[in-house]
Nanobody, 115 residues
Framework: QVQLVESGVGLVQAGGSLRLSCAASGSIVSVTFSGWYRQVSGKQREMVAG???????NYADSVKGRFTISRDYAKNTVYLHMSSLKPEDTAVYYCYYVVSGMTYWGKGTLITVSS
């Protein structure tokens, strides 16, 4: 079993920055992917950013150049650095880890970007 706990500031002004963290605990072996999705009420969850075990990163087009994903292997933590935030970035952000073929999700953290 893997447990994920997200943390980060909930409210930020447009143009601002913040960092989300996702700390993993439990049976963390063979992590193949980790990253972030987000979901706006009434819409499907969408991929925001991900990183694989080789360090390759991918981003949604809507956040390229503004968001950066990083991972601290020693701390079993994945981060999402968000800058130049826009009101349309408002969503519940979920982190995920793929461990030994199983996908684990955090409970989500609401990020609100005010205009």
């Amino acid at each position: 079993q893997v447990q994920l706990v997200e943390s980060g500031v909930g409210l930020v002004q447009a143009g601002g920055s913040l960092r989300l963290s996702c700390a993993a605990s439990g049976s963390i072996v063979s992590v193949t992917f980790s990253g972030w999705y987000r979901q706006v009420s009434g819409k499907q969850r969408e991929m925001v950013a991900g990183v694989n075990s080789g360090g390759n990163r991918n981003y949604a087009d809507s956040v390229k150049g503004r968001f950066t994903i990083s991972r601290d292997y020693a701390k079993n933590t994945v981060y999402l650095h968000m800058s130049s935030l826009k009101p349309e970035d408002t969503a519940v952000y979920y982190c995920y880890y793929v461990v030994s073929g199983m996908t684990y999700w955090g409970k989500g953290t609401l990020i609100t970007v005010s205009s």
